[in-house]
């Protein structure tokens, strides 16, 4: 097992590299640069200014070269302005015009992010604080899903073809068919609107005080999350992720139950529900596993048309405002937490998948 961890350790350094360094490249094509340039100097400067803009602050140097100056293998670089004072990538970190003042390298490995464009702060504080919020939104996701997903599968998995099983395998396709955005338009339109929906039916009968009976903005959520401000987005995201689960779930039980210590179990005797919860609950959750590891990236990632639509300044409505901004550096760092969050979470669901199945262990 060490051995197996040191070499997928070392192909999970040298994939992050190479593709941090593909964003990098994109990131940074002369078009995104020049973007930038009318972005922070203004749009109607001329190009002769575009690239003394550019040469200020660094961005004219050849692109390897600011790359390991990004990641901190390389000296960061400085320029000396006509009244004698230094400025430069490291010399941001301090209030010192002077060189001495400053770290010669300052990059990923110093742990250092560089300062957003967007927002106005550095960058670490940026991603971090979006992060959490985030991750509170995916916690509360996988409480629902999780669950809920297992359940609709073992369920519709335990009798093949049986009323139970259709229904449920249609529900779980319907769910997985529905993308976010529809989804959590109906939700809005349905529980969060105060002249169309459930809201204005539950109103006139008095049933509710305010005006709607969910909060179709979860921006609240940051400060206090309650149930209402809260469960458009986690159901949003919870039944697109649940169906595809699901589904994993049902074929894998229903390849279970058809194996020979399961009939053998039934000839002995052995009640129904033992044979589900002590022979059969186990190996089927051994595919959906994975499944569920691989959704972790996912939420991080595909979380952005969610919390755009609910107002939730997460993570992925982050990477929005970055991309719509054209932030490099806030870019770069969302690029960095993805790629290592879905390879740190790979490596999780290969553990866990050895520990579940036995034969992979002894083998």
Wanted: aromatic share 10%.
């Amino acid at each position: 097992m060490v051995s197996f961890l040191l070499r997928r350790i070392g192909v999970m350094l040298v994939t992050a590299l190479c593709l941090t360094f593909i964003v990098f490249y994109l990131t940074n094509l002369p078009a995104k640069l020049d973007t930038l340039a009318k972005t922070q100097a203004g749009s109607r400067i001329s190009d002769a200014e575009v690239a003394s803009w550019l040469e200020r602050n660094g961005y004219n140097r050849p692109m390897l070269l600011r790359y390991g100056e990004w990641l901190g293998v390389a000296p960061g670089w400085t320029r000396e302005q006509p009244d004698g004072s230094v400025t430069g990538r490291c010399q941001q970190l301090t209030d010192s015009t002077e060189p001495e003042a400053a770290p010669t390298r300052c990059g990923l490995f110093q742990g250092y992010w560089g300062n957003s464009t967007r927002f106005r702060a550095p960058v670490s504080e940026v991603v971090g604080a979006r992060l959490g919020a985030t991750g509170l939104l995916m916690m509360w996701v996988l409480i629902v899903m999780v669950p809920m997903a297992l359940i609709v599968g073992v369920l519709a998995g335990m009798r093949e073809g049986s009323r139970t099983d259709r229904g449920l395998s249609t529900f779980a396709i319907a769910s997985t068919a529905t993308p976010e955005y529809v989804s959590g338009v109906v939700f809005i339109a349905l529980l969060a609107s105060s002249t169309i929906g459930l809201s204005p039916l539950l109103v006139s009968w008095g049933w509710i005080d305010g005006p709607v009976l969910f909060q179709g903005n979860a921006r609240s959520a940051l400060e206090k999350i309650t149930f209402w401000n809260f469960a458009l987005p986690v159901m949003t995201i919870a039944l697109y992720g649940m169906g595809y689960i699901a589904r994993i779930t049902r074929a894998s039980m229903t390849e279970v139950m058809t194996q020979q210590y399961i009939r053998t179990a039934r000839l002995k005797g052995v009640s129904f529900t033992n044979i589900v919860l002590r022979h059969a609950l186990r190996n089927a959750l051994i595919a959906p596993f994975t499944v569920i590891m691989l959704q972790i990236p996912w939420l991080l990632n595909g979380v952005v048309i969610v919390e755009v639509l609910f107002s939730y300044p997460g993570f992925g409505w982050t990477l929005f405002e970055a991309a719509a901004n054209n932030d490099i550096e806030l870019l770069l760092a969302a690029s960095v937490v993805a790629v290592l969050v879905v390879l740190v979470t790979q490596l999780i669901s290969d553990i866990g998948y050895v520990w579940l199945n036995p034969r992979i262990r002894i083998s």
